[in-house]
């Protein structure tokens, strides 16, 4: 039978919970915790979890081809989101990013994003686009989000990680 396991950081205690609930509340009617050495797994046993990640497959996901069925585009679509929550609290984060210009010294938020899947930083680009968020790549597998207007709204959306 197919298990839906996610490793969390024991650091996020409250995305252990959320991601308990949310197995619960979609297709599991029991939800096992394993702990691990800095992590616990949350699992679920289930017959249709690959019905909800057609994207699973064997191997890296960098190297296979990720990309949402019509029904989670829509999904997404309504719920943008929800969906960078999910993005940036599993491959980003949110730092202060000190500079110094003519010997003055500036600190200012910005959310970093790191995937080495093309397909999925296409979806995170994707999903910014639809909120009217701007970002910028500055890596091939990292994209930012620093202007403050942007930072503000991507605040309202993710939230910090507790």
């Given at each position: 039978?197919?298990?839906?396991?996610?490793?969390?950081?024991?650091?996020?205690?409250?995305?252990?919970?959320?991601?308990?609930?949310?197995m619960r509340a979609v297709l599991a009617t029991k939800v096992?915790?394993?702990?691990?050495?800095?992590?616990?797994?949350?699992?679920?046993?289930?017959?249709?979890?690959?019905?909800?990640?057609?994207?699973?497959?064997?191997?890296?996901?960098?190297?296979?081809?990720?990309?949402?069925?019509?029904?989670?585009?829509?999904?997404?679509?309504?719920?943008?989101?929800?969906?960078?929550?999910?993005?940036?609290?599993?491959?980003?984060?949110?730092?202060?990013?000190?500079?110094?210009?003519?010997?003055?010294?500036?600190?200012?938020?910005?959310?970093?994003?790191?995937?080495e899947s093309a397909d999925i930083m296409g979806l995170c680009?994707?999903?910014?686009?639809?909120?009217?968020?701007?970002?910028?790549?500055?890596?091939?597998?990292?994209?930012?989000?620093?202007?403050?207007?942007?930072?503000?709204?991507?605040?309202?959306?993710?939230?910090?990680?507790?």
């Amino acid at each position: 039978m197919p298990v839906l396991r996610i490793s969390c950081s024991n650091r996020w205690p409250d995305l252990i919970d959320a991601c308990d609930d949310a197995m619960r509340a979609v297709l599991a009617t029991k939800v096992q915790r394993v702990p691990q050495q800095g992590c616990v797994s949350v699992q679920s046993s289930g017959t249709h979890w690959p019905c909800l990640f057609p994207q699973h497959g064997p191997g890296e996901k960098h190297r296979r081809l990720i990309v949402l069925a019509d029904w989670q585009r829509e999904i997404v679509q309504r719920h943008p989101g929800h969906f960078l929550r999910g993005l940036f609290h599993s491959d980003g984060c949110r730092v202060s990013n000190r500079v110094t210009t003519r010997g003055k010294e500036y600190v200012y938020p910005r959310y970093m994003f790191t995937n080495e899947s093309a397909d999925i930083m296409g979806l995170c680009q994707w999903t910014l686009d639809l909120l009217g968020i701007a970002w910028r790549m500055n890596r091939r597998n990292s994209l930012s989000v620093a202007r403050r207007e942007a930072v503000a709204a991507l605040d309202r959306h993710v939230g910090p990680k507790s």
